[in-house]
Nanobody, 121 residues
């Protein structure tokens, strides 16, 4: 079994910063890809930051220059540094990962439970 647990969400004023963390645990052989999505009320879930096949991260146009994804492979953790936050960044932020399991070396996609980010104007 594999679990993704996000942390770091909260309430912040516009222009402020937050750093989200997502830690993966369980029977993990490796994690080829790990990134972030978000879902605002009444909207579809959208990609925020995710590594491309080349390894360079893809960012949503709306967050380019403000958000930075980073990863600690040794700790199976991914981070999202969010600066210059705007009210439109308000959403539940979800961690997502492709995980290769120890049990059978199969690849499965996992989601975290989400962490709320609220940006006040």
């Amino acid at each position: 079994q594999v679990h993704l647990v996000e942390s770091g969400g909260g309430l912040v004023q516009a222009g402020g910063s937050l750093r989200l963390s997502c830690a993966a645990s369980g029977s993990i052989f490796s994690i080829p890809a790990m990134g972030w999505y978000r879902q605002a009320p009444g909207k579809q879930r959208e990609l925020v930051a995710y590594p491309s096949r080349s390894g360079s991260p893809n960012y949503a146009d709306s967050v380019k220059g403000r958000f930075t994804i980073s990863r600690n492979n040794a700790e199976n953790t991914v981070y999202l540094q969010m600066n210059s936050l705007k009210p439109e960044d308000t959403a539940v932020y979800y961690c997502n990962a492709d995980v290769i399991r120890y049990a059978d070396y199969g690849v499965e996609n996992y989601w975290g439970q989400g962490t709320q980010v609220t940006v006040s104007s």
